[in-house]
């Protein structure tokens, strides 16, 4: 079973990126989706979740420039980034599990991460 993540590059303020999240091995289509990220010397924080009812959840920190999606027949997750900010620099993860957790913890499948750098 492998997350594989991509879409992440260098971006300057206010402009957009689109992360995606290809599952394979197994289908995650009765599974929460969700998105964490970790910036150098922090924490790894909670971004974005989807239930596979396409109930969503956001951090604070990005609600309203950031969306989640998913599409169960490709087996992948979105995460539609608009309006980026130098403090959304960081490594973004996918993760799969079992609830629409803002918790790392209830996740059991975690990508590799992609960099997102946000120039100012």
């Known amino acids: 079973v492998q997350l594989q993540a991509s879409g992440g590059g260098l971006v300057q303020a206010g402009g957009s990126l689109r992360l995606s999240c290809a599952a394979s091995?197994?289908?995650?289509?009765?599974?929460?989706m969700a998105w964490f990220r970790q910036a150098p010397g922090k924490e790894r924080e909670f971004v974005a979740a989807m239930s596979w009812s396409g109930a969503s959840t956001y951090a604070d920190s990005v609600k309203g420039r950031f969306t989640i999606s998913r599409d169960n027949a490709k087996n992948t997750v979105y995460l539609q980034m608009n309006s980026l900010k130098p403090e959304d620099t960081a490594v973004y993860y996918c993760a799969a599990g079992d609830s629409r957790s803002i918790l790392p913890r209830p996740y059991y499948y975690w990508g590799q991460g992609t960099q997102v750098t946000v120039s100012s």
């Open positions: 091995g197994r289908t995650f289509s009765s599974e929460s």
